[in-house]
């Protein structure tokens, strides 16, 4: 077979061109598509359902239906400001560049179409978080706000894929000027503080004011970020490298003698502590929309944050609620509030929720937490306690059967020594 001819020049030259057609890549990105891998462990996770937001799912056949309502909620928005139209869209115009440089893959929109997409997605989000946080701008033929709609909606903003750059966001807001005398007197209208109100659906838990000052708030990326920021971890801690990620179930270790105690912090959920064999959980309430939410922050944390603390508190909770009879014990401790079908359900949440997910041995943050529970479970003298203790020490009577068997055997043995003493003096 003879040689084909190449002219390598014109290789070259191709090379070149496509070279030129390469999507920079940016520092700046911080919106993703998430992973096959992971989309096909649960697609409805990571896909919204009802709104589009940004340009990853603009145009989405199943999502044209509330096409119109961000209309509405764009003119209402405009009402409200008595800002120009063009004024706005100037904002967006001078930052195209900025907020495509957010997304980590290149956007096929022309400018124009980019430009609108883009405000009526920001100005549908201000809108939207303002009626949430005050009843009194709900109008009462709202269709998103019914009982469905307005979860639903919710679950979209916080999904990686669906998100708006929170700078933009800011300034818009800022630039809107809105008349806030509807909060009343004592409350000033910022992104800041209807960021906090529509958050409590997430941490209805735990306390976030103290997160989200304006310094954080400032570097904020986006709805997803704010999980990621609001859920750090108060202080680094001293970790160690584990051999394996294995440790005892909370049956096992309740049958090893340790004492459950659900945590008292309200400030977030890594305070999971182990000392003198109580083991200290702060509460968790699981739902429904539990699984999207650890799914979009974890792949976002996977992908952007250098730790991976929400991935860890995940994989930590899966080490214990290994079958139904661990999540009941949770319950019944009250470190686990659980809204779903049952504890097989949230056993299933858990495993599921690691699968795909890479974890860093030497840096998991439960590290010192997890070689101590596995050293407590090798002592024999805790089991043999904690045995004592479920076997003959169960119930009040019990104690008080065992003490009067004991007082018993003393006084039988006083007694026997007495006889021996009495023959012997005889």
């Not at 937490?369 to 407590?376: G, K």
Request: hydrophobic share 40%.
């Amino acid at each position: 077979m003879g040689e084909t001819w190449i002219d390598i020049n014109e290789v070259a030259k191709s090379l070149r061109e496509e070279f030129k057609a390469l999507y920079p890549l940016s520092d700046e990105s911080s919106i993703y598509r998430v992973p096959e891998r992971l989309r096909r462990l649960n697609d409805k996770a990571y896909t919204p359902q009802v709104v589009s937001i940004g340009p990853l799912h603009h145009g989405s056949q199943q999502l044209q239906a509330i096409e119109e309502h961000k209309r509405r909620y764009l003119q209402d928005f405009l009402q409200r400001t008595k800002v120009n139209m063009e004024e706005f869209l100037k904002t967006i115009r001078d930052r195209e560049k900025k907020i495509r440089d957010c997304y980590a893959e290149p956007i096929s929109l022309t400018s124009v179409d980019f430009v609108k997409m883009v405000f009526a997605d920001a100005a549908f989000i201000i809108e939207f978080l303002l009626r949430y946080s005050f009843n009194q701008l709900k109008k009462h033929n709202d269709p998103i706000f019914n009982r469905w709609s307005i979860i639903d909606v919710t679950l979209d903003l916080w999904l990686l894929e669906n998100q708006l750059p929170f700078f933009l966001l800011r300034e818009l807001f800022d630039q809107a000027c809105i008349d806030s005398s509807f909060a009343g007197n004592d409350h000033r209208v910022t992104m800041i503080t209807l960021t906090q109100k529509f958050s409590t659906f997430i941490f209805q838990s735990f306390s976030i004011e103290d997160k989200l000052d304006e310094n954080i708030f400032s570097t904020i990326e986006h709805f997803v970020d704010v999980i990621n920021v609001c859920l750090q971890p108060p202080d680094s801690v001293t970790k160690k490298t584990l051999k394996a990620l294995k440790a005892p179930s909370a049956t096992e270790l309740h049958h090893a003698g340790v004492k459950f105690l659900a945590g008292s912090s309200s400030k977030n959920l890594f305070e999971i502590k182990f000392n003198k064999g109580v083991l200290e959980i702060p509460r968790l309430r699981i739902v429904k929309a539990t699984e999207p939410l650890f799914r979009n922050v974890m792949a976002f944390e996977q992908r952007r944050s250098p730790h991976t603390y929400i991935t860890d508190y995940v994989n930590m909770m899966e080490l214990l609620v290994i079958s139904p009879k661990d999540v009941n014990l949770l319950v019944r401790k009250e470190i686990i509030e659980n809204w779903l079908s049952g504890g097989e359900a949230v056993t299933s949440l858990f495993h599921n929720l690691i699968k795909e997910t890479p974890t860093d041995l030497s840096d998991f943050y439960f590290s010192n937490v997890v070689e101590d529970l596995n050293s407590y479970c090798k002592d024999p003298w805790h089991q043999w306690k904690a045995t004592l203790q479920e076997e003959y020490f169960k119930t009040p009577w019990a104690v008080v059967s065992i003490i009067a068997a004991v007082i018993l055997l003393v006084l039988s043995f006083i007694q026997a020594v007495c006889s021996v003493l009495q023959v012997v003096s005889m």
